[in-house]
């Protein structure tokens, strides 16, 4: 199937330093486009791939699990450190739980963390019926464009497929029990309104990595797409921050700092 317009993977090659950006689930790249050419163009090497069953129809995505997604971007992982000196992961939701995992296999083969909004788990009570109910309902409702921006629109699908949203109800739970091998600075952004993940999942990642360089900054203006909305320029800002003090070297070990 062709990919819808504007879903396209994104890469760009740069300097040493690699930034490897996950999109969410049933989302596409374009939600992460403005995020990925603002480090393209500050002379980063960038990838932000599309993963397996999104950007093109849902009924494709009934054919893929979170094994599919997380090849998808370790393989770009993969090819990034080939390429560059360090390499630090990014994600927003979904993608932020892929960046996590990442980091936990990877070791010292990731510099750092950068999530956005990362998911934990899937709440409510169709979590517990899933199992069952995938096999009677194809679909759920899509939750893609949680943007406060006027006009803000993500690319995605407007269903959700019940089959795959089992496959991420068990990708969240085994990166739960591997979160304490995350070790790496970690600049964690979440909005204070999110209709889609709340704010217990970042609570909980928080609560449960090794990393003791971590940064923790709410965002007041946008809802769960926050690089799209009214705090993207600040997603950006604090990233590229992030980066490079970590690139050159002038770290700071030990601390929290929350803002």
């Keep these: 199937m062709p990919v819808l317009p504007g879903a396209e993977p994104y890469r760009r090659e740069g300097g040493e330093t690699g930034v490897l950006l996950c999109h969410g689930f049933t989302g596409s790249p374009q939600s992460l486009r403005p995020w990925a050419a603002y480090l393209a163009e500050r002379g980063h090497t960038v ?19 979170w094994q599919d997604w997380y090849a998808e971007v370790d393989r770009e992982l993969r ?33 750092g963390v950068l999530v956005v909004n990362p998911a934990n788990k899937v709440h409510g009570l169709s979590a517990y019926t899933l ?12 939750i893609v464009g949680d943007i406060a921006k006027e006009g803000g629109v993500e690319i995605g699908y407007g269903r959700v497929p019940l089959h795959a949203a089992h496959s991420l109800r068990n990708f969240f739970r085994l990166v739960d029990g591997e979160l304490p091998q995350v070790t790496q600075p970690l600049l964690l952004l979440r909005s ?3 209709h889609t993940v709340p704010a217990a999942d970042s609570a909980r990642i928080l609560s449960r990595v090794s990393s003791t360089d971590v940064t923790e900054i709410v965002l ?3 809802y769960h797409v926050a690089t799209l909305d009214h705090d993207a320029d600040r997603i950006f800002e604090q990233s590229i921050g992030f980066i490079d003090r970590l690139a050159t070297g002038v770290g ?5 700092a929350r803002g």
């Design 47 to 65: 990838s932000l791939p599309l993963l397996p069953g999104h950007g093109t129809r849902w009924e494709d995505m009934r054919l893929t699990g």
């Design 79 to 111: 090819n990034l450190r080939d390429r560059c000196a360090r390499v630090f992961v990014a994600g927003l939701s979904m993608g932020g739980t892929l960046a996590l995992r990442l980091a936990a296999k990877h070791g010292e083969g990731v510099a």
């Design 131 to 142: 199992p069952v109910s995938r096999h009677f309902v194809r679909t759920a409702p899509g």
């Design 192 to 194: 204070a309104q999110d």
């Design 220 to 222: 007041e203006q946008s």
């Design 252 to 256: 700071r070990e030990g601390t929290t």
